[in-house]
């Protein structure tokens, strides 16, 4: 979306997208403190900030049919997703290696740097980066859309739904992206020792893959959406009791994600706050605050493990009892105080035009 022409629902709901994953991350059970069952469960219902951006990201990049895929459509991707991703990595791992040599922990720095491999290709410079690379690897999917978009929803909805089979499937037998160890199909990797000079091309290709699984139910339900949108009169979407549903399909799924299968849990979450954004902007006038939290959403994202050792550190001095356990207060204070200082920060980057492209 362009500044002139902002869905303030959409604007609104990529803020609190952005303070979801904050909050997942304030607080987790690699701090190594006592975490309360409450506090886990609260946590879970933020699980859905990830696929909603997934789902965010096909939406909009399917939404005028057909696509130009050529140099220029490549070229504002490399801006939009590579070099962002290329810059923020390179300065996580600065930042990184300058902070084990302030703190004297130097022999951490060659640990760090260990796997150069995964931190180019697979977003191993800081936990959070995996996203760029794997929205790239499924904007492959979009050279299927000039095609796919003539056929009938009929189709499509068996495609998405045997999409939905095969990402599940992945998930059930762990061949799924490993945020730990930054590789997939361990099984296929494993057949191959690390030292063959095959070993690293293969992970690559065997990441990429899992990410284009995952991302694929999510763009094929992108092409189902618009063609109910498009086929149909939209203003169903925006009447009141459609929200409410809405808003309680969300709310149920996020409450009970847990007992259902993994891609189901995710889709119906992503676009259920998708389809809530998209009505609730019919309701909601366009001001400065929404389209800057929208704009910010990106950079908020990317900037806020950083603000978070700060928050830590800070909070750590004025209110030290904070940190004795985990609990749902203590997490919404550190959550919301990154946040808002993420996005401050990234409000005044903006200011830049130059800046601005990059986050």
Known sequence: ??????LAGIDL??????FAVILVHSGDENWGLAISAEAIRFRYLFYYAVPFFIAAYFYFSTKKLPLKINRKFWNKKLQRIVI???LWSAAYVILKTLMLVLTGDAAQVKELLAD????IFLGAASYHLYFMPLVLAGTCLLYL????????????????IVSIIIYQLTLFSKNDFNLGSFTAFPNLLNLLPENNIFYQPWRIILVNLTWIIRCLPYYLFALVLHKLLQSKSTR???KKVSIVVISLVFLLINIAGEYLPGAIDEIVTAYSFLLLGLAISRYISENNLISNLGLCSFGIYLIHPIVKS?????????IPQLFQSISIPSILIYATFTFLISWVCIALMQ????IAQYT
């Open 84 to 86: 962002p991703y290329l």
């Open 145 to 160: 859309s000039n095609y796919l978009y003539r056929q009938r929803s009929s189709l499509l909805i068996i495609l998405s």
């Open 310 to 318: 700060v928050v830590e550190i800070i909070l750590t001095k004025l």
């Open 1 to 6: 979306m362009n500044q002139t022409n902002r």
């Open 116 to 119: 150069p491999i995964a931190i």
């Open 351 to 354: 200011k830049s035009k130059f």
């Open 236 to 238: 169903w979407l925006y």
């Open 13 to 18: 709901c990529r803020g609190l997208a952005a």
